[in-house]
Each structure stands twice: as C-alpha cells, then as structure tokens.
C-alpha cells in the first residue's frame, strides 16, 4: 500500500483523571504513549499527525477526530486509559466506530496485545467480544457514542477509528504498569507491530519492533547488527555483544573480537 497516514489522539490534557499511583494522571500518560507510539510507527515508514503535541493543549472532541480527515488518515486512534468504582476491576478495551465492522480484526489484535503485556484480561464489558465493544449513542442505533470516532469517521477516507483503553488508572497493578516509562515503551513497540503487520509494513528501521529503552546507549551501527544476530537464529548474540564491549581484548575466554 501507498504511505500509512495514522492520526494519533492523546486522550484528554495535562494532569487530568488522577490515578492509583500518586503521580499518575491519565492525560500526562496518554501524551508519552502517543510520542512513542509515533516514533515507533514512523521506523516502519508511517505518516503520524498527534491531535495535541503539548500537555497543555486541549482540543476539542470534534478537532481531534477531523483532523484524521484533513490529514487524510487510514488510521485514528485515540489513546486512554479506563476507571472504575472498584480497584479490581481490570481488563483491555478497545472501542470501535461502529460505522466500520471490518475493523475487528485489528481491533482484537491490538487488545490482545495489550492486555497480554499487562497481564490482564479482555474487556468485560457487555457486548463485547475478543477485547473489542462497540457503544451507541442513546437514542441512535448507528451513531456512534463517542465524539472522536464520530468526528474521525465522517469522511470515507478513516478506514480504522479505535479508541483504546489501556487498563485501569483506578487498579494499582494496572496504574503501576502505566506509570513505568519503560512499560509504555513496551507497548508503543508492540503497538506499532501490530498496525505495522495488519497493514503490510515493512520496518524501514532495523530497531523496529525493539522497546527504545533496550537500545540503552548502543550505537545504532551495534543495534543492527545485534538485530541482524537475532534473525538469523543466533538467540545468543546479545550477550555476547556485551561481553565484547565490558571484556578487555585478550582477555581471556570473554574476549568477543572476532563475533562482529
């Protein structure tokens, strides 16, 4: 296919909808996830618009859902976390536009993923199935409940509008999992697999596919070729590789020069 275009919805504003965790808000959660996300899709030559940039930024329901026509989107996706009376309750939701019933599939994907990384379950929510609900607007049986799929689903172009509930802010398991810079790089990663896999993107980057925080300091040239390792079935390279760069050469039986 031509180039993905994926519009990208940080759900809500800055230190908005105050979780478990003592310094969680869903709105701060949402913007990191979504600025992953982007760098994550774009390694598989990706086209990302973010519907704000900026914790204080708060646009509207209806901007944030046509900005995925005027940039002319395949995919929208706006990202949140859920919540709940009850800390127990936990589970993965992904909500699709009602208007597009050939989104299933990526939609129980990308919640399968999700809660498989959260190790938690599908959503428990009535009606739904394999992680992904549908919810009319009262009084409507075609409209769409939610704001921004409407909104992203007005025109022909959006072929795919989710909105993604990534657990519970009100479950301290879920929150904690949140709150971990390195656990939304997890899912960024997985994330952007998912979309790249259901779309037959081919990454442009060979650290695709790798949470940023597992590249650590490496050079990009030593990624590649760790990558490189890792695809040809040699599942030690890695540690190899740092046995190469912490051991002296001549060391002794550490000694990796010739692995490279």
Not at 46 to 75: C, F, H, M
Not at 175 to 190: K, P, Q
Not at 232 to 258: I, N
Request: proline share 3%; glycine share 10%.
């Amino acid at each position: 296919m031509s180039k993905l275009v994926v519009v990208l919805d940080p759900g809500h504003t800055q230190n908005y909808n105050k979780g478990a965790a003592a310094d969680y808000y869903e709105g701060n959660m949402t913007l990191d996830l979504a600025q992953r996300l982007k760098a994550e899709l774009k390694k598989y030559g990706a086209e990302v618009y973010l519907t704000r940039t900026s914790g204080a930024q708060n646009p509207s329901l209806d901007a944030r859902g046509k900005l995925a026509i005027t940039e002319g989107a395949t995919l929208f996706l706006s990202l949140h976390s859920d919540a709940s009376s009850s800390a127990s309750t936990s589970w993965v939701t992904v909500i699709r536009s009602l208007k597009r019933p050939n989104s299933v599939a990526l939609g129980r994907k990308l919640a399968s993923t999700v809660a498989g990384l959260m190790s938690t379950k599908l959503s428990g929510y009535s009606g739904a199935s394999g992680g992904v609900w549908t919810r009319k607007y009262p009084g409507y049986s075609t409209l769409d409940y939610y704001g921004v799929i409407r909104a992203a689903v007005a025109s022909g172009n959006v072929q795919d509008a989710f909105l993604i509930e990534h657990g519970f802010h009100t479950n301290p398991n879920d929150c904690a999992f949140l709150d971990s810079s390195a656990r939304r790089a997890e899912l960024a990663a997985a994330e952007a697999k998912v979309i790249a896999e259901h779309y037959g993107l081919t990454a442009s980057d060979p650290t695709a596919g790798l949470p940023s925080y597992k590249l650590g300091s490496v050079s990009r040239g030593d990624a590649e070729r760790v990558v490189a390792l890792a695809k040809d079935g040699f599942f030690h390279g890695w540690t190899h590789f740092w046995r190469r760069r912490r051991t002296p050469a001549g060391s002794g039986p550490g000694d990796r020069r010739g692995l490279f």
